[in-house]
């Protein structure tokens, strides 16, 4: 498992309602919600955010194909919205996605540009199979390391960057099992292959370091 993101999207909120403070790779900004729903409308809401994410993948999509092909197209617009209708326990969410191209484009090449947006990447992730997974940490936790040894080696484990693919739990159980507390069991395999299985988690929330190496703390 690789995240798609090398730098997590990081929100944060305090008491004034409902500002979001969204960090992003390079920069922040604030989301917020609208009055009618108790906020100051200080930055897009999280609708509008899933909505801008589609728009700006599409357009940057068919910008793309456009320029491959050497289309004399200098500049188009994508508009997005969604409307949600029950069906018994189940809402159904429709999501509109409106291509307006310049005048005088042929219809082959129109043809061509919606299949093209209905395969960008945000456009198959929305429609595809998507699971979201929920972890709660502690402030205290974020920065914290947590140390097992067998006198030979010391793992350590960052809780906040372990995102639970399994990878460990899954492939050495005698070591690494969420039903023991602890949860890593040094003794339950020989250094090198704890090294190993280390050395395969996915997120770097795992580590080992040799003991001599260790510095005291
Ligand atoms: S420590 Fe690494 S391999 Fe184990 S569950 Fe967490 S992320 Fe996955």
Redesign the pocket.
Known sequence: MEYKLQKPVHGTIGTTKYQCVIEWRNGQFIADEPEIQGGKDTGPDPFTLLLSSLASCTLVTLRMYIDRKGWDIPEFKVKTNLWQSKDGDSTITFIDRDITLPAGIEPEKKNRLLEIAANCPISKLLEGNIKVRSYIFHEEDVDKKIKYTNGDITVV?KPE?????????TQLPKV?NLKTKPWVTMSGADTEAIKAQVE????G??SWIKNEDTPSE
């Open positions: 484990w960057l372990c995102k639970h693919s399994g990878r460990c739990v690494f395969r988690c996915p997120t929330a795992l």
